[in-house]
């Protein structure tokens, strides 16, 4: 897993091309990173979120195979709950031609259970992202060192 931390990194550090939004190099530069179980989009995303003293928000978009087309970043700080973004997600994840997106949040409180407005809500996005045509593949709550993945739970 160190060198898929690695390579996100490197994606990182050369691909950001607006605050909270990265994008990986272009498909000749180097292979796209598939993300296609919870415990690879968590490897990828826990860095975003270890330390976080707030409440943070990331999407990762996919394209039909599962490769990472870009991640956003949504500044949800200053919240008591998370509330979704829906409107800037999708804008987001029509422009990139996203046919699949993984979203994660943080609880800062240290308790990665799904809440009751954390299900309503997903439940809303995933209804969202089908008309779309886009798939939701999961939604994780990193919490300190522990994440949960709705998938995994059986919520989606």
Do not use: Y
């Amino acid at each position: 897993m160190a060198a898929l931390d690695a390579r996100f990194q490197s994606k990182m550090e050369s691909g950001t091309d607006l605050v909270g939004r990265h994008r990986p190099p272009p498909w000749w530069q180097e292979p796209a990173m598939i993300v296609d179980t919870a415990r690879a989009a968590a490897d990828l995303l826990s860095p975003l979120f270890a330390g976080a003293a707030g409440e943070k928000l990331a999407v990762l978009h996919l394209d039909a195979e599962r490769r990472m087309i870009a991640l956003e970043e949504h500044d949800v700080s200053g919240r008591d709950e998370i509330e979704l973004p829906m409107r800037a997600i999708f804008a987001a994840a029509l422009r990139d031609k996203a046919r699949g997106m993984i979203i994660a949040h943080n609880h800062p409180s240290g308790d990665p259970r799904p809440s009751r407005a954390d299900k309503a809500a997903t439940r809303r996005l995933a209804e969202t992202a089908d008309a779309l045509g886009i798939i939701l593949h999961d939604h994780l709550i990193f919490a300190g060192a522990d994440c949960s993945s709705f998938r995994q739970l059986g919520l989606l």
